[in-house]
């Protein structure tokens, strides 16, 4: 799926412009301000993995770059867990949907 490989180029580019300084991972999400710590599973599904979001995730601090356009990768929202999950939630029913 050219979608699909547009993603991990995206995400790719995400992932290496975090390592080479370019783009700063914040440490708070940009909607509700949470730090990424997430105290309780979510009921949603990891878009990163596609897989439910496990207990073992819940230690795990993290920020996810979602992308509202997979042509500008380096053009993204940090959102944590709960709200990357509650965008999809938002976003599900658009066929354009991305990262
Ligand atoms: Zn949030
Ligand atoms: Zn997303």
């Not at 790719?12 to 509700?32: D, F, N, Q, Y």
């Not at 997430?38 to 819940?58: A, H, I, M």
């Not at 230690?59 to 992308?67: C, E, L, M, T």
């Not at 042509?71 to 658009?94: F, G, I, N, S, T």
Request: charged share 25%.
């Amino acid at each position: 799926m050219a979608s699909e490989r547009l993603k991990k180029k995206a995400m790719s580019r995400v992932s290496w412009a975090v390592a080479s300084g370019k783009l700063v991972r914040p440490t708070v999400c940009e909607i509700c301000g949470q730090d990424g710590w997430l105290p309780k599973r979510t009921n949603c599904t990891d878009p990163w993995t596609g897989e439910p979001s496990p207990d073992v995730y819940s230690k795990d601090p993290f920020i996810i770059a979602h992308h509202s356009d997979y042509y500008k990768p380096l053009d993204v929202m940090w959102l944590c867990r709960k709200c990357h999950c509650k965008m999809h939630d938002v976003l599900k029913a658009a066929a354009e949907h991305v990262f």
